[in-house]
């Protein structure tokens, strides 16, 4: 059963636009939930996370906005640029399970110029 | 800068050989994971350390095994690696406090099974 889903494999968005990444919960429990982006052979890089607490989180070109009664989360990216073109993955987390990361699929980002 | 390093980078074994790779952090974080990705898959993760208390996933393989002698480093021991053990392994460290916080990832080590 996938507790985290980004219902979209993939996303191509043109360069200085607002790119949008939308990822779905069920599990009414996360509290806690972040952004990460891939590049190919590399770790993920933490980029932006929320509290169940607060609906909005901004930092720079990053913004992240969680819809608890919807169980929606979106990651928004304005302007785009081509070093955003990555995998960025969407997860949760919960303090009864000690905080351990549950990972949605991802969704391959391509910002076209 | 504080940071987590994975040694080595790329690492190539032969199908059943023994391999260990290895993550060490800056960060002073007491909490360190083990993952595994294949492709662009989620991450999987294998195991993790709360301090010194080892945490198993259920479904992982007997084959992996880790350990922490101290809070800066942690190993990963293959076993006998088979040909579906290729991926890339993620070392992860948060620093947990009883509220919520961030999981910091290492660059990750390429290994393939030859």
């Known amino acids: 059963d996938q507790q985290v889903k980004q219902n979209s494999p993939s996303l191509s968005v043109q360069e200085g636009r607002i790119s949008i990444l939308n990822c779905d919960y069920t599990?009414?429990?996360?509290?806690?939930f972040l952004w990460y982006k891939k590049y190919p052979a590399e770790g993920p890089t933490f980029l932006i996370s929320?509290?169940?607490i607060k609906d909005k989180n901004e930092d720079g070109r990053f913004t992240v906005f969680l819809n608890k009664s919807a169980k929606h989360l979106s990651l928004h990216i304005v302007p785009s640029q081509p070093g955003d073109s990555a995998v960025y993955f969407c997860?949760?987390?919960?303090?009864?399970?000690?905080?351990?990361?549950?990972w949605g699929a991802g969704t391959k980002l391509i910002i076209k110029p | 800068d504080a940071m987590v390093i994975q040694n080595p980078r790329y690492q190539v074994t032969q199908f059943g050989k023994p391999v260990t790779l290895s993550c060490s952090q800056t960060?002073?974080?007491?909490?360190m994971y083990w993952y595994q990705q294949k492709s662009s898959q989620a991450p999987k993760l294998l195991f993790h350390?709360?301090?010194?208390?080892?945490?198993n996933e259920a479904d992982t393989p007997d084959n992996f095994q880790s350990r922490r002698p101290n809070t800066s480093f942690c190993f990963l021991d293959i076993r006998s690696p088979g040909l579906g053990d290729a991926a890339m392994y993620l070392c992860?460290?948060?620093?947990?406090?009883?509220?919520?916080?961030?999981?910091?990832f290492g660059p990750g080590t390429r290994l393939t099974v030859l």
């Open positions: 997860a949760a987390s919960a303090l009864r399970s000690n905080y351990q990361l549950i």
């Open positions: 599990n009414s429990m996360f509290d806690y």
């Open positions: 929320i509290s169940s």
């Open positions: 960060l002073n974080h007491n909490v």
């Open positions: 350390y709360y301090d010194k208390d080892f945490n």
């Open positions: 992860a460290t948060s620093g947990l406090s009883g509220t919520s916080d961030t999981q910091y």
